[in-house]
């Protein structure tokens, strides 16, 4: 299992604590700048900062101890078994495909072993081309090669698909998940696309700065946020304010009260049945977010169902199959949702610009976080 815990001050700021066990993809989400490429860095040896703190491990024996600041242990990069895909391959253009993965092997290798290696690849017949005789998708698969032929014991890829092109994206796609079927060991994947992560990864980090906010299921992190930057950096639209009531004497068991605040001046406000996970003091200053598909909109309301929201259709955008919608809330006019709906519903609703719908939010679909005070 890989174990990570860096500490860094200056000006490549890393907080970042995290682990990957054997046969796991792990993605390290997070805009530019976040210090993704620097963790991957600092896991490869390839950091070179004086000031680098904490612990990187990949098992028990001693070998396995890469770096240890608090006992002096800093493996150099040629030393620590990883492999390595760059976001541009790094391919010598001077070299065969043959020639550059021959570079890696450790230990030295025999022509039927890398003939085996191409192979499984994609790569049969190419061994003896030079990078630039080599297609975008071909070269990525020979940094793949060339990675694995160092027969390592954590594979780290730095955004490896953002240089391709979507269909060779696809197969590059399909070629890692029949990988990861063959090579159990722990893998990690930068990437600042966030349906790359959701695809791909079996957990997320989320970085900022430098700092781990989150680390979790794809599916469990983006429906759920820890936190306000979180919400921000996982692309979350509905991100709203607003005030927790726990469990009154109108409300269905196991759920408490959300009032839905509307501008700062405090004009309007909605109440909403969610779920009371008794995590919250009563009264207690929220932010909140909603799972987008779990909302439900019709043409006629509900009386029967729970946050159920009389709304003004503001704008429809269409995007082929999709299309992107603002509602604006009767009861709060400065707020709006968005939601990405089937342009075929939304034929079939008779749902125009101007006209009224009626948006049901489920308790469920409702996100709170606690508002840090400062």
């Not at 001077?94 to 890696?104: D, P, Q, R, S, Y």
């Not at 405090?266 to 779920?275: D, E, N, P, Q, R």
């Not at 009264?283 to 509900?302: C, N, R, Y």
Request: overall charge neutral; charged content about 20%.
């Amino acid at each position: 299992m890989l174990q990570v815990l860096l500490k860094n001050e200056g000006p490549i700021r890393l907080d970042a604590e995290f682990n990957c066990v054997r046969g796991e993809l792990l993605a390290l989400v997070g805009p530019s700048g976040s210090g993704k490429t620097s963790v991957l860095r600092a896991v490869a040896g390839l950091l070179k900062s004086p000031g680098l703190q904490g612990r990187v491990s990949v098992g028990n024996r001693a070998e396995d101890l890469w770096f240890d600041s608090v006992r002096g242990i800093r493996r150099a990069a040629q030393q620590r078994r990883v492999g390595l895909v760059f976001q541009h391959y790094a391919l010598f253009p001077h070299l065969t495909a043959i020639e550059n993965v021959a570079l890696a092997a450790h230990p030295p290798r025999d022509a039927a072993y890398f003939d085996t290696l191409f192979e499984r690849m994609g790569l049969a017949g190419l061994q003896h081309r030079r990078p630039s005789q080599l297609s975008g998708g071909q070269q990525q698969r020979v940094a793949l090669a060339r990675a694995l032929a160092r027969e390592p014991q954590v594979l780290l890829l730095d955004e490896p698909f953002s240089a391709v092109d979507a269909p060779t994206r696809q197969t590059l796609y399909h070629e890692l998940a029949a990988l990861r079927q063959s090579v159990a060991i722990p893998m990690v994947l930068v990437t600042h696309d966030l349906n790359e992560a959701r695809r791909l990864a079996d957990r997320v980090v989320i970085l900022d700065a430098g700092e781990s906010l989150q680390v979790g299921p794809p599916a469990r992190v983006f429906a759920s946020p820890r936190n306000a930057r979180v919400a921000e950096l996982v692309g979350i639209q509905n991100h709203f304010q607003g005030r927790f009531f726990s469990n009154g004497p109108g409300d269905a068991p196991g759920c408490g009260r959300l009032v839905w605040h509307g501008d700062e001046a405090g004009t309007g406000h909605i109440s909403l049945s969610v779920v009371d996970k008794k995590r919250l003091d009563q009264g207690a200053e929220v932010s909140w977010v909603v799972a987008g598909e779990l909302l439900d909109i019709s043409v006629q309301a509900d009386a029967q169902a729970l946050n159920t929201l009389a709304c003004s259709l503001r704008e429809v955008l269409p995007l082929g199959e999709i299309s992107l919608c603002t509602l604006v809330p009767a009861q709060l006019p400065s707020q709006c949702i968005t939601l990405n709906l089937s342009s075929a519903a939304l034929r079939q609703l008779g749902a125009v610009p101007g006209g009224v719908l009626y948006l049901h939010i489920p308790p469920e679909a409702v996100h709170i976080m606690p508002v840090r005070q400062t």
